[in-house]
Every structure is written in structure tokens, then in C-alpha cells.
């Protein structure tokens, strides 16, 4: 069996084509009843997605045959259901796990046709909804109507996040790290918020019942005016119980969690390192595509939308007669707004962009803005949708916020505790809101399942008045760099050289691997010099590349070598060269140091760069994972791999006891 994988996974690398004979087996079992809950049908789209986003497959083909096997799997499981029927409960695993059986029947009852389309997307009722389709005789013609909108769904929900991936990767080779670094925050940002509001949803009846039964404990002790609260508040009779629960959860945990940020902005320790490398890194990969496309969507949280979002609230509680709720929430708006300006004053702490001298950045009223607009409206649309739509707004809620925070973080107007604090502040106001609304109004309000179309209209008509408007463009001050320590070649090399870092520093400000070279040369004559000396670029990735993070036998020049931060600064220049053996490779990584040496009419960058042996552990294998081997990882000119970077040496000095070399290139 062994021995067969391992021929898969060879041929595989040489023929990423027949991924199209993967997708569609990986589609079709993932959806067969028992045996799709072995399969990890999603990992092979996501790889047939990177290998799409390379250029090695044809995108309609894999949609083609992925869709081609989600049909012929629901299929088959729903005639598994209709043959067997209740003969079915006497089969592995049913007959051992009854309870998987009844939980598809209820999600059947629950939701009708629909729940085919939607167990498609829930990892445990995949293969089964379709079962109890058929065993509840479902008519056919129905059931593969919904089954093909499903697949057609499915299929790109789970490919294109790939495509996305693999573009990025053969980007990184051919243009920039820069653009890999802004489509990923972005991808990650939308794939992290539903991935927690999913688990958040998984997991809440659990944590609301062990904090009911903590709370009812609690108040039983207690017959006070919080008792009498808590008591009410855990009534069965009580409509919305767990959400106020909840929310009141809220309120706890975004109060501690700003006292926690306000602790740390003032002692200055641990967050504000923290601040400073994720500043530096949004910098660092700060590019004009990419200030475009951040530029346009902070306009989600413009004043003009926010204003817009404001009326259209307002407006719809007039129609429903809250008129206590829009007070709450306007009041609410109001003083969160008096008391961020008031803490900002008081802390007098300044954003990053020096241009900004005259705002205060702590904490950020702009993401608190964000936060109490659209949280607010979070809860008033969640509590009149039904349950999976108000799961897709607090997600599409959570996600505008978080990119409009980043926003702000990529041009420097806040350092991230700013943003945290700000956020967590709005949303202790926004729970105290929602908790007034509920208490005034128990009652389930009236459902409004249009009201979320109703609101993305009111935005996208803002936003793109925004950008009909005026286009954003980055303005040439926001692009501006810190210019260069100058110094002589004759101070570097007797002091200046001890200014520079002697380890490399993760964004929480640790040490890591000692920087045991100082380069004053050009980046086009480094890369010139090292390519003449046998060196090749580490970053260049392509599907073959990607192919071999899980190809045996593979050799260790063939991985790729991604960039590493340096006080969040990415290494701008990466090259690798051949060890002794097929398993071993050296590292080069170079950073800006942010000196230069004059010489008269021009200044000549300085770099610091480490080095590092690296070993192919084949003990890690199906996934090749290098490690640094640190007792030949030290710099020594005498070396084959130190003698092969064409640099004269012109001194050699110790920096907190790691052995730095100071390199020039030679005069040509």
C-alpha cells in the first residue's frame, strides 16, 4: 500500500493533470454515505484550485468534474436511502452510532428540500441528508434538483479559494512577495471569520448551558437585584435567554479585554512590540495595487456608509416603532464617540504615519465607529432571520470590520492595540444596547428576511457613489519611507555596525537566528554576485514546487524558500544553494537595515543578512520539512558555502557574542 502511494504521489508530480481523476473520486466518495467521512475531499479541491491558479489545470474541467462528482455521490447515497429504507439502521456504522441517523432525520424535518443543499456544507450531515432523503422517499426529480444546485455551490466554494492560492504563489515567483502577502490577509480574513463563526455556532448551546447552570448557581446564592436578574434572565419563559446570555458574555469579555489592551498601551509592554512589527510588515509590502484596493474598501467604513447605515436603522425602527431602541443605540453612538475622544486625549498617544501628527490614535474611534455601526445592525438583522442567515451576517459583519481595521493599520492611521482597544470598547456599548433592546422587548420581533438584502444594497450603493465619485488613489505622502542613517564606511566598520541587530526578531519582538552578515552593496549587484557564484533565487515557486512539499524522495534545492520577518520586515532577498548531499541546502536572507554609506554623490544601502545549513528530515515525510542544522549554520568565510558569496571581507567583528562578517562588493 505503501509502495503504491508513493507511485501516486511521484506520477502525480509529473502529471498534475490527473487531478482531474482525483477531483472527481474525492467529490464522489466525499459524498457516499460512511465512506465520506474518511475522505478529505476539500484538501484535494484546494489543491486542484492551486494547481488551477498555477496554470497546470483548466479551471472549467475541475469545476466540470468536481460538480460531476458531488451529483453521482449524493446520487448514489440517495439510493442507498430509497433501496434499503429501515434496513439501512441494521448496516456499520448506523447500527453501532444510531444517533448520526436521527441527527439527518431532524435536520430533514428542519429544513425541507433545502437541507440537501445545505448539509453539503456541513461536514458530518454531507453524506448523510442524502440517505434519509431517500429513505423518507423524496421524489427524485426534487431531490437531483437541489442535489445539482448544491454541487454548483459546493464546487466553487471550495476551488476557488485554491485558484486564489496558486495565483498568489505564481505571483510570488514572477512578480512580487508583496501581492502574495495582500491577497492572503484578505483570503485568510474572509476564511478565519467564517471558520470562527461556525465553530462559535457549533459550540454555543454547549457554553450557554455550562454558563446558565454556573449563573443559575450563583443566583440561587444570591436574592439581590443581580439575582433576581440572573434568575429571569435563565427563565425557559423567557424568549432570547441564551442571546441575552450571551451577550452579556460580551460585555464581559470586550470590557476585560480593553482594560487588558489599556494595561499594556500604557505600560508599554508586551503588545506595543507587537504594534511596531506589524506596522513595519504592512509597510514593508505596501505596493499601488495594493493602497487601490485598500483604499476602495475602507469606503465600508466612510463616513458617508456608516451615515447611510445610521438613516436606513433608523428608518426601519420608526417603521416597527422602537423608539426607545434608536434612542439606546443613538446615545450609545454618541457617548462611545465623547468617551474614545476623551481617553484619546488623555493618552496623547501617536498614530505611526508621522503625517498625521495632529490625531490622537488610542483608541481608534474610527474602528469603534465601525464596530457600533455595524455590530448594531448585526443583532437587529440576526434576531429576524433565521439561524444560518444570521450565522452568514455576523460573519459578513465581523469581516467588514476587520478589513476596515486593516485598513487603517496598511496606511498607518492606529497601530493594531489602537484598533483592538477601540474595537472591544464599541463592543461592550453595542451589547449594552442589545441587552436594553431585548430586556424593553422580550418578544421575538417580526421576521424580516428581506431586510439583509436590503442593507447590502445601502452599501454597495454607497460604496460605489464613493468610487464613482472619486476613485481612490494613494497620495504621494502616504507612500513616503523613513530615508536612510548615512553614515562613512570608516564609522560603520569601527562603531555604526553595533547600532544594527544582532539576531533576527519575530513580531513579538524574540530572538531568533543570529544576523552574522552586514552587506554594503546594491540589490542588483548581491544578486549578480551570488548568481555568479552558483546561488539561485529561493522564492521562485511554481506547481511543481508545490507538488513536492509532499513528493518523497525529493531533493532539498527543489522546496522553496518563503521569506521570513524580521521585526516584521520581510527579507527582500532570498537565495539558496546545493549542500553536499541531496539533503542539504544554504540559506541566504537579506533585510534593509535602514543605514546606507555615502560615498560623496550617492549613499550605497546596507544590509543585514543571516545564513543558515539546512537538512531535509525525512522522518517528517508525507509533508518535507527542512530544519536548520545551527552547529553548521555560523558564517565562515573558509567554508565552500562562506568562500562563494564573491564579497570582499573587511572586517570580522562580535555583535552580543555572534561572529558578524562586514562584507562590501568588490569595486568594479
Known sequence: MEHAYLHFLHSLAGHPQWMLAVVFLAAFLEAVAVIGTFIPGSTAMFLAGALTGTGSLSLVWVFVWAIAGAIAGDGMSFWLGGRYK?????????????????????FFRKHGAKSVVLARFVGPLRAIVPVVAGMLGMPPLRFYAMN??????????????????????????AVSFRLVVILA?????????????????????????????????????????????????????????????????????SGALFFGVLDDVISGDPLTQVDLSVYHFLQSVRTPWGDTVLASLAMLGSGLTLAALIVTVVVWMLLERRWR?????????????????????????????????????????????????????????????????????????TVVVIVVALAGLYFGRYWVSDAIGGAALAYVWVAIVALTAMWRHPEAPPARTLMPVVVLAVVLVSVGVQLGVAMPSPRPDTMLRRPPVLVTQAQWTLSAWKHLPCYRSDMGGDHKEPLTLQWLSNAESIRGQLRAQGWIEGTDLSAHSLLSLASPNVAAVSLPVLPKLNNGVPSLLVFMRAGDTRDERDVLRFWPSGYAVENGISATPLWVGSFAHERLSRASWPINILRVDRSASGFDPHTRAGAALGASILARVICDGVPVALLASPVE
Request: hydrophobic content about 55%.
Open 86 to 106: 429501515d434496513r439501512i439502521v441494521r448496516f456499520w456504522p448506523f447500527c453501532k452510532h444510531p444517533e448520526v441517523l436521527e441527527t439527518g432525520h431532524r
Open 148 to 173: 445539482v444546485l448544491s454541487a454548483l455551490l459546493w464546487a466553487p466554494a471550495h476551488i476557488l479559494p485554491g485558484v486564489v492560492f496558486g495565483a498568489s504563489v505564481l505571483l510570488a515567483g
Open 185 to 253: 490577509l484578505l483570503v485568510a480574513i474572509v476564511w478565519l471569520s467564517f471558520r470562527v463563526a461556525r465553530f462559535l455556532l457549533s459550540h454555543a448551546n454547549a457554553w450557554s448551558s455550562a454558563a446558565g447552570r454556573s449563573i443559575g448557581s450563583w443566583a440561587c446564592r444570591h436574592p439581590g437585584p443581580l439575582g433576581r436578574f440572573a434568575r429571569k434572565m435563565l427563565d425557559p419563559e423567557t424568549p432570547d435567554a441564551s442571546t441575552l446570555l450571551l451577550t452579556s458574555l460580551i460585555v464581559l469579555v
Open 325 to 397: 431602541t434608536i434612542g439606546y443605540w443613538l446615545a450609545a453612538v454618541v457617548f462611545s464617540q465623547l468617551l474614545i475622544y476623551a481617553l484619546q486625549f488623555a493618552m496623547r498617544r501617536a498614530p505611526p504615519n508621522e503625517l498625521m501628527s495632529t490625531a490622537y490614535a488610542f483608541p481608534s474611534n474610527h474602528v469603534a465607529a465601525t464596530v457600533i455601526v455595524y455590530g448594531f445592525l448585526a443583532f437587529l438583522l440576526a434576531r429576524r432571520v433565521g439561524k444560518l442567515e444570521g450565522v452568514f451576517v455576523a460573519t459578513v459583519s
